[in-house]
């Protein structure tokens, strides 16, 4: 039997069940041999769904692996019309790992989204629902071929397929999750190459709430995409809201290694802890690109210093913030107080307006985040201030009344 490296762009030679199943028992071991017994009942009495039920078994089991590529071009390849097409596309981008060759490895991939496209321009019968699968099995099979020409340096190329897939993607509803997941993180690695962090960190996100990162990703995985995403956060020029990252189990990861001190700078962002900034700064070189960026990261706490001296006042205490009480509570000189406060307003993080003349701020809103415990608690006290003025209010308007 023929192993993954055979030429895999060539025709498929017309197809015969007992001679391939007779190849494959006398060429592969004896535990897969089951399998093709398997293959040969469910094949002659066309019982598609079945089969590709043990096709996914037959790739699962590892020591398929030499013989994946071989089964799905001559013998899958036979029938694959008649199939799930999103399924389909499963099996092909799980056989396509083993082709080592980067050319053929794009060959295999860009051939079969040519049949399906043409399957899909014969076809007159589809209900709505195959129909979709057939655009989802189009978007996952976009997105690992453009996967693949990342990984081989052709970014342009990436990112044309990255498109075509978004284009579809974008008109499907009660898309399958893996479909998701294949165009997030397609997207992620993209803009990761690309050293575009916002975007990174929010189609990272999007990548993680379409799998289950505990079952879905290795350790070493969920590691990398945790640090990663951490770096992100602290330098992507529009993202000052760590909230969903924050919450987010994938953080775990970063326990117990090297890098969990990035995870502390993370709750020291969103808290606008000046002084656990500076208290972390020590470990920056560690992470040569916080340290390259560190005016940026400084003016950073800063802001996120002011949206937290803000939301820690009650809203009549808003209304008159001076320069020297900004100046203090966010460590910068008075006379880079303004231009912080014009920073904070065109980010649109508060709303409000200066007073340049007495030297004031005035806030009407602040953009909302995720709270620490200590910032829970204060809130709380907050509310309690609140909650007895208001008792005592209706005191007074009961005893008048």
Known sequence: ???????????????VLDEFIAAALS??????????????TLYTRKLWHQLTLKLFEFFATPTSAPYRVDVFT???????????????????????????????????????????????????????REGAEVEGAKVLLLATIGHAKLVYGDLEGTKGDMDKAWQVLDGLEGVDSQVNAAYYVLAADYYKAKAEYAPYYRNSLLYLACVDPATDMTPEERLAR???????????????????????????????????????????????????????APLFPQEPIL???????????????????????????????????????????????????????SLKLIRGSIDQVDGKVSVGWVQPRVLSTSQIATLGQRIGDW??????????????V
């Open 291 to 345: 340290q390259e960026n560190y005016a940026f990261l400084r003016q950073k706490i800063c802001l996120m210093a002011l949206i937290e001296s803000v939301s820690s006042r009650p809203s009549a205490g808003r209304a008159n913030l001076t320069f020297p009480t900004i100046a203090t509570e966010t460590h910068l000189p008075l006379e880079e107080v303004e231009h912080l406060v014009m920073k904070a307003l």
């Open 1 to 15: 039997m023929a192993s993954s490296s055979m030429d895999i762009d060539a025709p498929a030679p017309k197809f």
């Open 226 to 280: 945790a640090h990663d995403l951490g770096i992100s956060a602290f330098l992507g020029d529009t993202i000052y809201n760590f909230g969903e990252l924050l919450m987010h189990p994938i953080l775990d990861a970063l326990n117990g290694t090297p890098h969990e001190w990035l995870k502390r700078l993370l709750f020291t962002f969103n808290e606008g802890s000046i002084g656990k900034f500076e208290a972390l």
């Open 387 to 400: 909650t007895k003025g208001l008792e005592g209010v209706r005191g007074r308007v009961e005893v008048s």
């Open 27 to 40: 060429g592969t071991p004896a535990g897969l041999h089951p399998f093709f017994e398997s293959f040969r």
């Open 74 to 128: 001559r013998f899958v390849r036979d029938f694959e019309g008649r199939l799930n097409q999103l399924r389909l596309v499963e099996m092909g981008v799980k056989v396509a790992r083993e082709i080592d060759n980067p050319q053929a490895h794009l060959v295999f991939l860009t051939e079969l989204l040519a049949r399906i496209e043409g399957g899909q321009a014969e076809a007159t019968e589809r209900t709505p």
